[in-house]
């Protein structure tokens, strides 16, 4: 059974993948509201984040699956930029706040 996102955003501190429900339209032309989705455990040492992909992360304390809109780096400290799909920025986040990445939409309401 699918977990909210913010419930997603926890099991992926020790699993490597998660089913849950992403819910409301901010993301509507990526991510459907009320669509099942696949989120795979973000690995700084393996992944790469770049602009356009869409993680489940933290931002100021509420947790999202939205889109990264661009990446700073700081030598070896980066900073992600969270954004919505309509261009809505949320913040602008440290790696460590970057819990999963999305790998598919399993099923689209």
Not at 69 to 90: C, D, P, Q
Request: charged share 35%; glycine share 8%.
């Amino acid at each position: 059974m699918p977990v909210s996102l913010k419930k997603a955003y926890e099991i992926l501190e020790r699993e490597e993948k998660v089913i849950a429900i992403a819910k409301g339209n901010s993301m509507k032309d990526y991510v459907p509201n009320n669509s099942i989705v696949k989120i795979r455990k973000f690995l700084p040492e393996k992944d790469t984040i770049r602009k356009g992909t869409i993680v489940l992360c933290k931002v100021k304390g509420k947790v999202y699956l939205h889109l990264v809109g661009a990446v700073k780096s700081y030598g070896k400290r980066k900073l992600y930029r969270i954004e919505n799909a309509r261009g809505k920025v949320n913040g602008w986040i440290p790696e460590k706040n970057i819990r999963g990445i999305l790998e598919e939409i399993i099923k689209q309401p």
